[in-house]
Structures are given as structure tokens and as C-alpha cells.
Antibody, heavy 118, light 107 residues
Framework: QVQLQESGPGLVKPSETLSLTCTVS????????WSWIRQPPGKGLEWIGY???????NYNPSLKSRVTISLDTSKSQFSLKLTSVTAADTAVYYC????????????WGQGTLVTVSS | DIQMTQSPSTLSASVGDRVTITCRAS??????LAWYQQKAGKAPKLLIY???TLESAVPTRFSGSGSGTEFTLTISSLQPDDFATYYC?????????FGHGTKVEIK
């Protein structure tokens, strides 16, 4: 069974870049849509974007100018970069796998809290 | 963006109750809808996809129905493990969007 694990700094200063990596184990990164989803404290879920195993990406228009998602199949990892962060970007960030035949999320990482504060 | 509206936002129920949560989409999404369960401090867990298909290993007391713009998640007999927050998600269009959640509390 595939497992996903987020890693990266838990504290980022305003205006800096948030960088997270997701390591995939128990399965290949070939196929599927590798995604990032976030959840501000006490709030709902927001899809950030995905990278398909082919390398194509799609981002939420609300974040598109600041987001880059990349994939390293040799390491079974995919990454998120979010630039020019503000306090509004404070959230639990989940990496996730969206299914090939329909873009529902069938596997989630445990989530990592990233706080934006000076 | 397609807006997903869940109701109620909070639901108080007792063990053994039949519980129904509604999710409405701002435009038709056919059956491209998923339901997730999230417990405090944990990642969401997929329950149902394509509006009514039960994910593997999910108890059969969970069921989903609907198509177009109106969908329901039903728990036929609420169990202690079911007290959680439930989210719907549409995946017909980008950006994929979620409802704001329905918290099922102990009455």
C-alpha cells in the first residue's frame, strides 16, 4: 500500500519561499496525479495543484502565480514551492495521490503544519 | 470555480442514528464527486467516489447518492468511530473544490 510523507520546515518567514517534499513509498510515481492540498487551522481543504507522472502540471488559479510543483521519479519524490508567503499561507499541507480514472484523492500524507511568521 | 455547499455545517446525533449530509454543487458535475472523513489532527480518508462507489474497506453503513448538482452521504447506523468531519469534493473541473465540511458530533 502506498504511503506518502511530507517533509520540510515548519516555520517560514513572510515574503520567503515555502518548500516541501513528499516521499512516496510502497508504490511507483509512474501514473497518478501527485497533488498538494492545504488546510488552514480550523478551516476547510484547498487544492493547490498537481503534477502528473508525465510532468504536466495544473495549479489552482488562486495560487498559480506563486506555485511550482515538481517530480523526481528517481527518488520517488515530488515537491512544492510557494513563493512570497504571508500569514494567510499558514496551514497544514498535505501531499496526496489523486486517482488516474477520476481525480479523487485515494492516498494522503499525514500532513505537516507550516506557520508563516517572523 | 465550482462552489460546493454542504449542509448542515454541524450535526448532533446519537449512536445508532441514521445520518444524512447534503452537498450541492453550483453547476452540474455529473457524478464526479467524492466524500472524505477527517478526524481531528488526521488526514482526510476517502469514503466514496463517483458519488456512490464505496472505497475498499469502508464499512457498508456508508453510502452515497446523487448526480448533477445534489448529492447525499448517508450513514445508516452511526457508530462511535464515525464522529468526525465530512467533506465532499468535485473533480469534474479545475480547480478541484471541496465543501466546507459537516461536523458530526455526539448528541
Amino acid at each position: 500500500q502506498v504511503q506518502l510523507q511530507e517533509s520540510g520546515p515548519g516555520l517560514v518567514k513572510p515574503s520567503e519561499t515555502l518548500s516541501l517534499t513528499c516521499t512516496v513509498s510502497g508504490g511507483s510515481t509512474n501514473s497518478y496525479y501527485w497533488s498538494w492540498i492545504r488546510q488552514p487551522p480550523g478551516k476547510g481543504l484547498e487544492w493547490i495543484g498537481y503534477i502528473y507522472y508525465s510532468g504536466s502540471t495544473n495549479y489552482n488559479p488562486s495560487l498559480k502565480s506563486r506555485v511550482t510543483i515538481s517530480l523526481d521519479t528517481s527518488k520517488s519524490q515530488f515537491s512544492l514551492k510557494l513563493t512570497s508567503v504571508t500569514a494567510a499561507d499558514t496551514a497544514v499541507y498535505y501531499c496526496a495521490r489523486a486517482h488516474n480514472t477520476g481525480w479523487f484523492v485515494d492516498s494522503w500524507g499525514q500532513g505537516t503544519l507550516v506557520t508563516v511568521s517572523s | 470555480d465550482i462552489q460546493m455547499t454542504q449542509s448542515p455545517s454541524t450535526l448532533s446525533a446519537s449512536v445508532g442514528d441514521r445520518v444524512t449530509i447534503t452537498c450541492r454543487a453550483s453547476q452540474t458535475i455529473s457524478a464526479w464527486l467524492a466524500w472524505y472523513q477527517q478526524k481531528a489532527g488526521k488526514a482526510p480518508k476517502l469514503l466514496i467516489y463517483e458519488a456512490s462507489t464505496l472505497e475498499s474497506a469502508v464499512p457498508t453503513r456508508f453510502s452515497g447518492s446523487g448526480s448533477g448538482t445534489e448529492f447525499t452521504l448517508t450513514i445508516s447506523s452511526l457508530q462511535p468511530d464515525d464522529f468526525a468531519t465530512y467533506y465532499c469534493q468535485q473533480y469534474v473541473n479545475y480547480p478541484w473544490t471541496f465543501g466546507h465540511g459537516t461536523k458530526v458530533e455526539i448528541k
